[in-house]
């Protein structure tokens, strides 16, 4: 089976040759391992997946004592469908829906955060939430994001940043062959390539603990 570009990469093989200039296919399939890789060490920095997607029944613990927000793990949320407490035990969870006024989802779901009114006293699993959440991502359609029903709606700084580092990295890879070589067994550190403006980005949208 050929390889594949993630379903959920944040750029693609053309936009990436677009920045470079380059018009022949010989480097493709290095350049797609290399936008797989800096789309997994991104979200990985960031503790979320960007392309939107639904969860269904993510468990939350709460440590301490009652909380009053809890940031899902995913966001922004286009949807939250079901919000539950668990009033059973750990190996036996009778899950219940909490009343629609007993909690509110802030910010009309851009941040991810659920308000819950009286708060929830701690516990394993004690939250159940199904969600939808993430962006949008299409890239034939970049730009539409303001449209009344827009198919991209991905950040265009978190696309910059992956096209960035696939590029400072596909150019540095020239300069010593030991690193070429060294991908190929999956050894980079994404670390080593971030300037402050790249570290600037993903700190705009690191996830932030389930609990506050």
Known sequence: MAEKLLAYALTTVQRVKDRM???VTDSDTLIQRLINGVTDFVEGECNRRFKEDTYTNEVYTIHGGKREFVFLKQAPVSVLTTLEY????????????????????LEAGKSGIIKIFGGVPRGIDSIRATYTAGYKINFANAGDAGDTTPTHTLPADLSDLCERLVVRWFKKRDQAGK???AFEGGTITWKDLLDSEDRDTIARYVRLAPFV
Not at 86 to 105: K, M, Q, S, V, W
Request: glycine share 8%; net charge negative; hydrophobic share 25%.
């Open 21 to 23: 200039s380059i018009s």
């Open 86 to 105: 668990r009033a059973g035990t750990p190996g036996n969870p009778n899950y219940t829906a909490f009343i629609r006024d007993n909690y509110e989802l």
């Open 179 to 181: 690193e070429s070589q």
